[in-house]
């Protein structure tokens, strides 16, 4: 019997897992259905700042997992981690925010408490910001976080910030300070040594991992959860031959990701109660939002061909050097509502290394989808429908996206430092492709070699292997044309969030209190990115740990900064306007200045 079961170990579930256990009276048990992964056993793949190899290894995620991203797509791979450390372990290294309004807008969508000044206290707990200090940022957390250096920063991306500033995107120091359009060196979480660091190594590190009310069980699936009338009392393990072992709890969190948490909370009857019924399971609680509200940022690219000078000299440098943040302007839309990534490279392999791009996102998207079962089988992946671009505003923000992307890279200021310029996504075909292996690697030498030497011949080549015959002037002349590419090849960016998500209790949608208790069960919480009512304009792996970080602070009764409110008022509304100070200022708490709920 533990005091508290943590099933998933993913970004959030790590945190859980150290947090808890920092009370040596509490036993705390981990269990991951994926391998483990500590700073001694990473791969290079994983290890490196790099983050090309580690996410096409079927061996790091749910190798049968698919998803519908549009209404009109096939079903395609959708890269959802497993094994320790979940997303923090393959993901792009990306450490932001989003906008303070995101946090408000979850208040204000039922999460009481959970307002920006609220969730800054936690995010500047996760952190050791090599670069900024002062109010917003921390300075002693577990996730470090910097910036490429300028030497650092390649020729094409640099050529890309130019010819932005030049169209009045004015570039910012800290794209985690005040919240504002323009471009930013992008803020990535990497060791000292430069190494990739997921939640399974900074926050369960040996010291913790010695622990000896903590015990870390990986290679093992979660069948389904066990209660006693509606109280949680633990969950069932099941092998592949069959066999099952019953672990028990006082209390049950689950933090399998946006995808597996609603799955799990389905197949133990806590869901849409026709729906469950149907697949032969028992009700405990019918709760119609779970699996409900799913969210993506879709996305679309402009890439171009890169001359020998315009490449990086350092190929393992991360390649999401920098990013422009701007704002649609669309009715019904909010500032900053749009993303830009851009890569000095677009793959890990040697086609990559020669083609620049511009990775633009939907920041904010509204577009909605589901997940449900297929089965009450544990060994069958759910259904996923993403349906982005469901929504028209989030169609009409990726054509923009396209159009703006293709004017920075034709600009003047990019000649030299680009060749042919094409739309791209990271598509069924892209993924296949990247694929380590002898025959891809033959067929991309190949391809690589051809684009070196084709001289005028280039775009035509692009143009007939690459995007199979679709060139950027013909979709930028043809708004129909536009729209069918995007509608096609719209992509997501691996940030599933919202499936079990907090309300009050008044919303039957809602799946959980502010406090990610369970409405209809006792004993049971929820934890990771399926929390969200709405998604941030953010990668989403460092809000999910400040999730952890609250929920945990939250499950042990305590709140950081509380006993200093009354000496410290600061106020954030309706956004921070606090400058950043350099790394040597010093970096008061930050108070809560509305009320919690009891267990935040």
């Not at 094994?83 to 946090?103: E, F, H, Q, T």
């Not at 990775?359 to 998207?365: H, L």
């Not at 990247?434 to 011949?457: F, K, T, Y």
Request: charged residues 20%; contains cysteine.
């Amino acid at each position: 019997m533990f005091d508290t079961l943590i099933l998933g170990g993913g970004s959030a579930g790590c945190v859980l897992a150290a947090r808890l256990s920092e009370d040596a009276r509490a036993s705390v048990c981990l269990v991951e259905a994926g391998r483990d992964i500590s700073a001694r056993t990473m791969p290079d793949a994983i290890r490196s700042r790099y983050p090309g190899r580690a996410y096409l290894d079927t061996r790091n995620i749910w190798q049968a997992l698919k998803a519908r991203m549009s209404g009109s797509a096939s079903l395609r791979r959708y890269e959802q981690a497993r094994l320790l450390g979940g997303g923090s372990a393959i993901n792009a290294l990306m450490a932001n925010r989003g906008s303070p309004a995101d946090y408000d807008e979850w208040e204000a969508l039922g999460a009481q408490g959970w307002n920006w000044q609220s969730c800054l206290p936690y995010f500047r707990r996760l952190e050791t910001d090599c670069d900024f200090s002062g109010q917003l940022h921390g300075g002693d957390g577990p996730l470090r976080i910097q910036r490429a250096a300028w030497p650092r920063v390649s020729p094409f991306v640099r050529a890309v910030l130019a010819s932005l500033a030049q169209s009045g995107h004015a570039m910012h120091d800290d794209q985690n300070g005040p919240w504002e359009d323009g471009t930013f060196i992008g803020s990535i979480a990497v060791s000292a040594k430069g190494e990739r660091i997921p939640t399974s190594v900074c926050y369960l590190d040996d010291a913790t991992r010695a622990r000896s009310n903590l015990t870390i069980r990986t290679g093992e699936v979660i069948e389904r959860i066990l209660f006693d009338g509606t109280r949680a009392i633990g969950a069932r393990i099941v092998r592949d031959d069959g066999t099952h072992e019953d672990v028990h709890a006082r209390r049950v969190i689950v933090s399998a990701g946006a995808i597996h948490s609603p799955a799990l909370l389905m197949r133990s009857g806590i869901g849409p109660a026709d729906e469950l019924a149907a697949l032969g399971i028992d009700v405990r609680a019918d709760r119609p939002g779970v699996g409900r509200n799913l969210m993506e940022h879709p996305s679309i690219a402009v890439s171009a061909f890169l001359p020998r000078a315009a490449r990086t000299p350092f190929p393992d440098e991360h390649h999401e050097q920098a990013i422009v943040r701007f704002s649609s302007g669309l009715p019904g839309t909010v500032q900053g509502d749009m993303h830009g990534a851009i890569l000095s490279r677009s793959g890990w392999h040697s086609v990559g290394y020669r083609l620049g791009t511009i990775f633009f996102w939907v920041n904010k998207s509204y577009s909605r989808g589901r997940v449900t079962l297929a089965s009450a089988n544990v060994f069958d992946e759910p259904i996923v429908e993403f349906a982005m671009l469901s929504d028209a505003r989030d169609l009409e923000r990726l054509k923009l996206a396209l159009r703006f992307g293709a004017a920075v890279l034709a600009s003047p200021s990019m000649n030299g430092h680009r060749d042919v310029i094409f739309p791209s996504s990271y598509s069924p075909r892209v993924a296949a492709v990247a694929v380590p292996g002898a025959w891809n690697a033959a067929q991309r030498g190949m391809l690589s070699a051809l684009l070196d030497i084709a001289g005028p011949m280039r775009g035509a080549l692009i143009k007939g292997v690459v995007t199979q015959g679709v060139s950027i002037g013909e979709l930028l002349g043809d708004d129909d044309a536009l729209t069918a590419f995007v509608m096609r090849n719209v992509g997501g960016t691996w940030h599933p969030s919202g499936t079990c998500r907090m309300g009050s209790s008044s919303d039957a949608y809602a799946v959980t209190d502010s406090c990610g208790a369970v409405y209809g069960v006792e004993g049971l919480h929820v934890c990771d990115a399926s929390l969200m009512p709405s998604i941030p304009c953010a990668n989403t792996n460092v809000p999910t740990i400040m999730i952890a970080e609250r929920v945990a602070e939250g499950l042990r009764g305590t709140s950081p900064d509380k006993r200093e409110a009354a000496a410290h008022t600061l106020d954030y509304s309706p956004y921070p306007t606090i400058p950043f100070t350099s790394k040597n200022a010093s970096s008061p708490h930050s108070p809560y200045s509305r009320p919690l709920p009891d267990c935040l």
